[in-house]
Every structure is written in structure tokens, then in C-alpha cells.
């Protein structure tokens, strides 16, 4: 047993769905949640940068004394996985069990759907390939998804998202896929708009629940479950403006504080 809190990071608030889909599985354990909103979004930043942001993010995250810590970022996780898996602490990326879950249920065309860097860096398409060859994969980058989201901007009826679902995704509804990769942590909460553009029969596989499941059942395995169910939250940006959209996206108010922490240079 280990009650030190899990880390979680992530440019935003994206992440929220990681730390919703870990408190479903282990309600009890201590969380410490780093937002870098000032920052945002990564995707849009070149590889080199993203990989001296995530040691920055790993640092920081590592110095509040947790047991383990999630990129709930695919950004960060498709351009920097061997600098989260040389970290000293135990680390978690959004990528790889993804990629297992998509394999495991591919049955016909794979949708890929994430930020510009997660797209250009081939990651996903990569990792899916592996498993499956012969797939067909048909990845697109989605870059106002997030900045949409970090907006609140994620009412499926709300007519920038619904323009930027039609755009983004009638590749993937022209080729038929029959399931789609969110390899964005973000896009957890548009997979309504989604839904409704893509119909009910295309299955998700949503990144955060998948790292989700994976870290729930490595710290069950090794027995390092423990903790209060305490949160706390640290953010690049506003602090209120981040309790407020993390109230809506989590379902209910962050149990903890939200503190504003300066944005770290480049
Ligand atoms: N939520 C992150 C991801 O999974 C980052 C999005 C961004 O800031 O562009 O890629």
C-alpha cells in the first residue's frame, strides 16, 4: 500500500477525463492534477519544444512527492514517450494502452483523431499498424478541438463544435471507420458532438479511460492502491476560470484547492 497521490498532468483541462476515469476505478486514492493552461495548446507546438515541456511537466509534477505519474496528454505521449519512460518515477502515457484497446476491437477502417503534433509525429497510425497490419488507418488532427474545449465551448448543439466536428470528420465518416481513436485526452468531452456526427455504431476508444484502466490496474497488481480520495489541482492559468469549467467537465466540484502556479519558460 502506497497513499502518496497519483500525478497527473496535462496541458489544460483535458486531463479532467483521465482523473474522472481514475476516480471510477479507484475512488480512494490522492490526486494531484497539473493543468498548464498558459501554455496551451501543446499541439500546436514543434516536437523539440513539447519534448523539453514534458521533462519541464514531469519535474514539476515529481516535486509534490507522488507515487506515479499519467501524461494524460497524447500530445506530450506521441512526442516524447522516451522521455517519460527514462523519468525516475514511474510513468504512465495516454498512447500505448490506446493503441492495445484499438487493436483489440478493430473490425474494419480505424479512425485517428488528435492534435496537429500527435498527428505529424505518426504515433498512433504506428502503433496501430503494429498490431494490426494491413489496417486501414485514417488519422486526422482536429486543431480547434481544444481550444474550443478550453472555452467550455462543448454543448453538442453549439455551432463552432458542430462546424468543426462536420470539418474534422467526414473523412473518417466517408471511409466508414468503424471505430475511432480520441487520441486527444480532451476530446472525452466532445464525444457527444462526435456521436451524433458519426452515429451510435462507431465504437470510441477514448485515450484518458484507457491510461485510466491501465495505471488503475498496475497500482491494484502491485499493490500500491491508497489514500483519502483528496484532490488537488495547480494551474498554468486563471484559478477560478479553472474551477469553474473543472466543476462542469468532472460532474461536480473539484474536492480540493485550485491553485495558480507561473507559467515555467520554455
Ligand atoms: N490534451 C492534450 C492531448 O491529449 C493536449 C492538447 C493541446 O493542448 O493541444 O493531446
Redesign the pocket.
Known amino acids: 500500500m502506497d497513499d502518496r497521490a497519483i500525478g497527473i498532468f ?3 483541462l ?2 479532467l477525463t483521465a482523473l474522472r476515469a481514475i476516480r471510477e476505478e479507484l475512488p480512494d486514492e490522492n490526486i494531484i492534477y497539473f493543468g498548464d493552461t498558459a501554455r ?5 507546438r514543434p516536437a523539440g519544444m513539447l519534448r523539453r515541456m514534458a521533462r519541464q511537466d514531469l519535474d514539476f509534477v515529481a516535486a509534490r512527492g507522488v507515487k506515479c505519474i499519467l501524461a ?6 506521441s512526442t516524447a514517450p522516451d522521455v517519460l519512460a527514462s523519468y525516475p518515477v514511474r510513468t504512465f502515457n ?1 498512447l500505448e494502452p490506446t493503441v492495445r484497446e484499438a487493436a483489440r476491437c478493430a473490425d474494419g477502417p480505424i479512425g485517428v483523431i ?2 496537429a ?2 498527428i505529424r509525429s505518426g504515433a498512433f497510425q504506428r502503433g496501430i499498424e503494429r498490431l494490426c497490419p494491413g489496417a486501414e488507418v485514417v488519422a486526422v488532427a482536429c486543431p480547434d478541438f ?1 481550444p474550443l474545449i478550453e472555452r467550455g465551448r462543448v454543448d453538442p448543439e453549439d455551432p463552432a463544435l458542430k462546424a468543426a466536428v462536420e470539418e474534422y470528420l467526414a473523412p473518417i465518416r466517408s471511409r466508414a471507420a468503424h471505430s475511432l481513436v480520441l ?4 476530446y472525452g468531452l466532445v464525444a457527444e458532438a462526435i456521436r451524433r456526427f458519426l452515429g451510435e455504431d462507431v465504437k470510441l476508444v477514448e ?1 484518458s479511460r484507457c491510461a485510466a484502466r491501465a495505471l488503475a490496474a498496475y497500482l491494484r497488481e502491485n499493490d500500491l492502491c491508497g489514500g483519502k480520495g483528496e484532490e488537488s489541482f495547480l494551474t498554468s492559468g486563471d484559478a477560478e476560470d479553472f474551477r469553474a469549467l473543472s466543476t462542469v467537465f468532472l460532474g461536480r466540484a473539484p474536492r480540493g484547492e485550485v491553485c495558480h502556479v507561473p507559467a515555467m519558460e520554455v
Open positions: 496535462d496541458s489544460g483535458g486531463g496551451m495548446p501543446y499541439g500546436a494524460a496528454c497524447g500530445t506530450v505521449s495516454v488528435a492534435t503534433a500527435s481544444v487520441g486527444c485526452t480532451h485515450a
